[in-house]
């Protein structure tokens, strides 16, 4: 795993923390000194919640369990997007749909919804439609593909949900909160991060900032996707190594039964 930068951090502005007069007491501990009326982060705190929290999360890529990115701020979704495509992961960067965890089972049958819309296309059932039916159809396509395009392979509940501002994504934090998935956030001055169980202590505002600390995070899980791929090829390798020697150890036998055979005729 990447060591942390602390120059780095400095220089992408994750240290900036929001006005003092919006503060979160319960951020005091990550809360180095207050500059013009801001909070400032303490970066060490921040480099070490980062490692902490990729050590996690390679752990969670290794066992093969999907990490849910959420982020619908606007400086954020793009970033997100790119980020988790990059190393395969689900992504929410569009407004959350209620019930995304806590009523996984129908948002698996808008999923379906959208894939049989796909083989109708495939199939030319969807050319036998009437002109005012495929656009109704093609709307709803394109909705849901705005919506829940990003999870379609998402085949069960997340191992892990990695969260951009927890005031924001409050609802998909409570959700994840009632089925125990773990969370991991970007927390910045102004939040509480009593819900969250790998607290990032940063500025959640700025594009570098989050850029920075999603640039850590991706290459911990691609370490961790890495590592399962490894783990796989090498048990493969020895099944096959196995069934070969089994085969020999077997060839040999009968050889040997022959032999026997031959000397007592």
Known sequence: MANINIQELLESGVHFGHLTRKWNPNMAPYIYTERNGVHIIDLYKTAAKIEEASAALQKIANSGRKILFVATKKQAKDIVAEKAKSVSMPYITERWPGGMLTNFVTIRKAVKKMASIDRMKQDGSFDALSKREKLQINRQREKLEKNLGSISDMTRLPGALFVIDVKKEHIAIAEAQKLNIPIFAMVDTNSDPRPIDFVIPSNDD??????????????????????????????????????????????????VAAQTSAEKE
């Open 206 to 255: 700025a594009s570098k900032s989050i850029n920075k600390v999603l640039e850590y995070v991706a290459a911990s899980i691609s370490e961790g996707l890495s590592e399962r791929k490894a783990d796989k090829e090498k048990a493969k390798t020895e099944k096959e190594t196995a069934k070969k020697a089994a085969k020999e150890t077997e060839g040999n036998t009968e050889k």
